[in-house]
């Protein structure tokens, strides 16, 4: 008999071999699902060297499970495409559930644009198109008011599936340029206004990039993308300093990367006045002219970033505000407690004063 969650802890191992002959004797183990919602299906789509006949497998001992996504909302699909699986394994999951073509992430990224961010071969981007638009014509207009569900994991489909892992629990996200709240401009710009030198600095604007600034080890579902507060640069945990530094523009002392680190416990380091320091500026132009190329973002994508960044800091403004007006509300209040508390008090000690001379009242007409 199996152990408990032997499954997913092959599928987490790659051991892709015995989880075959596990699976083709067991079929139901292919619904075990860990803490990430991840099936024995989505790990495997995270591997280009899983072989076939065990994406197959899967499939066939659960075919809902293509329709599942994980915690992060990523399908088997969307797992797939970033580990840029091969040609036959995309065969397999969108004949599977064609649907899936039309899936979003929660970045808003179909599968096609997926592709296209994780650079896969001409052929398989081919077959992503020519399969959303066989699928595309299909569709009703209630498809742009409202999308096609995409399952979750429940109670009842992994039973005695849930387990503790040793690494840290966070799910894996898919960031991409139109999700993540970032400013990708070679030359920034500098406020010549006495507005702009009255503002408090601002902290470093992030750099998204694919692999770790420092040791260049790709990111990936169990090498998590970290960013310096201090150069902005993507990093990754073995270069995150375990040190906290306090650094201008935030309240709390915040994580750097290590190469940040000395430099700013360096005795002769100087406050930093200007959010766009010379060192900002160094790693900037290193990062466009070795990682980006200028061809990498397109017109439409910088533009994409601008109102993206624009209607962002909206919202902060409109955060801002509403916490002033919610600060302002608790001040009321407070002061409302305190009056009625005066009351009160004012109430009871008239209520004993009145009662005191009620019982004089009644020992004189006793005498």
């Known amino acids: 008999m199996p152990k408990l969650n032997e499954a997913i802890r092959l599928?987490?191992?790659?051991?892709?071999?015995?989880?075959?002959?596990?699976?083709?004797?067991?079929?139901?183990?292919?619904?075990?699902?860990?803490?990430?919602?991840?099936?024995?299906?989505?790990?495997?789509?995270?591997?280009?060297?899983?072989?076939?006949?065990?994406?197959?497998?899967?499939?066939?001992?659960?075919?809902?499970?293509?329709?599942?996504?994980?915690?992060?909302?990523?399908?088997?699909?969307?797992?797939a495409i970033r580990a840029r699986v091969s040609l036959p394994v995309l065969h397999l999951l969108i004949r599977a559930y064609p649907e899936s073509i039309l899936m979003e992430t929660p970045s808003g990224s179909t599968p096609v644009a997926l592709a296209e961010q994780s650079h896969v071969v001409s052929d398989a981007l081919?077959?992503?198109?020519?399969?959303?638009?066989?699928?595309?014509?299909?569709?009703?207009?209630?498809?742009?008011?409202?999308?096609?569900?995409?399952?979750?994991?429940?109670?009842?489909?992994?039973?005695?599936?849930?387990?503790?892992?040793?690494?840290?629990?966070?799910?894996?996200?898919?960031?991409?340029?139109?999700?993540?709240?970032?400013?990708?401009?070679?030359?920034?710009?500098?406020?010549?206004?006495?507005?702009?030198?009255?503002?408090?600095?601002t902290p470093k604007r992030w750099m998204l990039m694919d692999e770790c600034f420092i040791c260049h080890v790709p990111f990936n579902m169990f090498k998590h993308r970290h960013h310096c507060r201090n150069c902005g640069m993507s990093i990754c945990s073995s270069h995150s300093a375990v040190k906290k530094m306090s650094l201008v523009g935030f309240s709390t002392p915040q994580r750097v990367c290590v190469s940040c680190v000395g430099d700013l416990e360096s005795p002769t380091a100087q406050p930093q006045r200007d959010p766009i320091s010379p060192i900002f500026r160094r790693r900037e132009a290193k990062l466009f002219s070795s990682l980006v190329s200028p061809t990498s973002f397109e017109k439409k994508d910088v533009q994409k970033l601008q109102r993206r960044v624009a209607a962002l800091a909206k919202q902060v403004d409109h955060l801002v505000e509403s916490n002033m007006g919610l600060h302002q509300q608790l001040l009321e209040q407070e002061e409302i407690k305190a009056e009625t508390m005066l009351l009160i008090t004012q109430v009871m000690t008239r209520v004993s004063v009145l009662e005191l001379q009620n019982e004089q009242r009644c020992d004189d007409f006793d005498l």
């Open 11 to 79: 599928a987490e191992a790659s051991n892709w071999p015995r989880l075959l002959d596990l699976i083709t004797a067991t079929p139901a183990l292919a619904k075990e699902c860990d803490d990430y919602g991840m099936l024995p299906l989505h790990w495997a789509s995270t591997d280009n060297n899983a072989p076939l006949v065990l994406l197959e497998r899967l499939v066939e001992a659960y075919p809902e499970g293509v329709q599942i996504a994980n915690k992060a909302q990523l399908l088997p699909l969307h797992i």
């Open 126 to 201: 081919t077959f992503l198109r020519n399969a959303m638009e066989r699928q595309t014509p299909f569709e009703n207009a209630s498809w742009n008011n409202q999308k096609t569900v995409i399952l979750s994991p429940t109670a009842s489909s992994r039973p005695h599936s849930w387990h503790t892992l040793s690494r840290q629990a966070s799910a894996p996200a898919v960031l991409t340029p139109a999700a993540a709240p970032l400013e990708l401009s070679y030359e920034p710009s500098e406020g010549n206004s006495s507005d702009d030198n009255n503002k408090m600095a």
